[in-house]
């Protein structure tokens, strides 16, 4: 899955024919068990997993996005882009936890190397403007190139995929985006380090010399329920967590992967007071995080180390905990707030009136889930790094019609014909007719799980 492939990258525009898109990761599909792997398939699917997981080919794809640009711009005479929305992933971090699992390997989280040497500073903001965030808590940049990483810290690497998908936006859309002033830009990060640092990567990447002091509004949590500035407020329900208890249902065929997350924390001598499920998810972010640096697998203090066939296994395992973790129910309350904010956003658009034209948000692989999801897109796995989502807003430039449209698009595909029970627009079959997305979003049945969360006893 890589993110601006010329294939199937952001930038290409069709309209006939038909194309099935699957969101799963290849590695994901019927991998073969422990017991049916040598040790050298098990090498090849790993890297393979990790290649995608991690993410690190974005680095390659800033040119070859920018000459795929001229087909969208030119596809479709007929229609005007008028609003862009990116929901992205942080880059590449530390693990999200800290195990012991053998000799300690550092992670450098500061900016290597001159080039980074003139990288201005920029404003932070609390969401709402009265919230108690302490923004010192926020340093926009990582630090000195000697700095360690704490927990779950962005890397230089990470940095840099933000960097270059900035760029990459802004070459993507460069026709668009010339006419956009900075004050018509909107940045919203959550509040963690590593999303604040990936919207400021981002915005160095693609920001010109006189938009600098574009701010990044910081909102307290990791599910953007803040609106901005001069949005009216869609309140989150305060109960999702009893919400999320209740709907839960647990990892089907967790027998398979039983084994092997209990033999981990039997070898490293770890007790994670979770379902197994949730365990292969947290082992397996500690694994793919060194994984991803090209640091060994795990060994423990009596030499016993996690072997690549076992490191499948239980990423495997962690890939289809992560598609169960949240159900559609529970995806359309947790962001019911973030996906009504972005409607108002884009019904001011629609009906000509002053608002931002590019609204960027810098969250978490269980944001871009929960997103999808409640667009009734099921991810099959565990989201790499700087995964995006984005929603184009567009207008017919028909004299006689002024008719507005959506399209959406993960990781540069489109998939707007996954939408859920969304008939796409006759004249444009890639595209759902603004005033359906709008209804999508408005659905009673959303209404009505907002209430059903909100009046439930807490558990």
């Not at 479709?76 to 999200?96: C, F, K, T």
């Not at 940045?187 to 380090?193: F, G, M, P």
């Not at 658009?349 to 269980?366: E, G, P, Q, R």
Request: hydrophobic residues 40%.
């Amino acid at each position: 899955m890589h993110v601006c492939s010329t294939s199937g990258g952001i930038l290409t525009w069709r309209f006939s024919g038909t194309v099935e898109h699957d969101l799963r990761p290849p590695s994901l599909h019927l991998s073969p068990t422990r017991a049916q792997l040598t040790p050298r398939g098990a090498k090849e699917q790993l890297d393979q997993r990790l290649s995608e997981y991690c993410h690190e080919s974005l680095l390659q794809f800033v040119e070859a996005s920018a000459s795929e640009e001229a087909k969208l711009s030119s596809a479709q005479e007929s229609l005007e882009l008028v609003q862009v929305h990116v929901i992205a992933r942080h880059g590449d971090r530390s693990p999200a936890q800290s195990f012991d699992m053998g000799p300690k390997q550092n992670f450098t989280c500061g900016l290597e190397g001159k080039s980074w040497a003139g990288l201005k500073r920029l404003a932070v903001k609390p969401l709402p403007p009265s919230s108690m965030i302490n923004l010192a808590d926020f340093p926009v940049f990582p630090g000195s190139s000697s700095k360690r990483c704490g927990v779950g810290m962005l890397t230089e690497v990470g940095f840099r995929q933000l960097y270059s998908l900035g760029a990459i936006i802004r070459k993507t859309y460069h026709d668009f985006l010339s006419a956009v002033h900075p004050d018509q830009i909107f940045v919203h990060s959550t509040s963690y380090q590593r999303t604040v640092q990936s919207a400021a990567a981002f915005l160095h990447g693609y920001s010109r010399e006189d938009e600098a002091g574009i701010p990044i509004h910081i909102s307290e949590g990791d599910i953007l329920s803040a609106p901005p500035v001069g949005v009216k407020a869609s309140l989150p329900c305060k109960k999702l967590g009893a919400f999320y208890r209740k709907l839960h249902t647990g990892v089907p065929d967790v027998e398979r992967w039983q084994k092997v997350v209990d033999s981990i924390q039997s070898t490293f001598g770890l007790s994670l007071a979770v379902e197994t499920g949730e365990a292969a998810i947290r082992l397996a972010d500690h694994v793919m995080a060194r994984l991803c640096h090209r640091l060994t697998l795990p060994c423990s203090h009596g030499a016993e180390c996690l072997d690549e066939s076992s490191a499948l296994e239980l990423i495997a395992g962690a890939d289809v905990a992560w598609k169960h973790r949240y159900t559609h129910e529970y995806s359309v309350v947790a962001m019911r707030p973030f996906l009504q904010h972005s409607l108002e956003v884009m019904d001011a658009a629609v009906h000509s009136k002053h608002t931002y034209k590019l609204l960027l948000s810098f969250a978490h692989d269980s944001t871009l889930t929960m997103v999808l999801d409640a667009l009734g897109v099921k991810s099959s796995g565990w989201m790499p790094y700087v995964s995006r989502v984005v929603v184009e807003l567009w207008k017919s430039r028909k004299y006689y019609d002024h008719t507005h449209f959506v399209r959406v698009l993960f990781n540069g595909r489109d998939i707007t014909g996954q939408i859920a029970n969304q008939v796409q627009s006759a004249e444009y079959p890639r595209l759902i007719e603004y005033s359906r997305w709008r209804s999508m979003l408005l659905a009673d049945t959303s209404l009505a799980l907002y209430h059903e969360c909100v009046n439930m006893t807490s558990s």
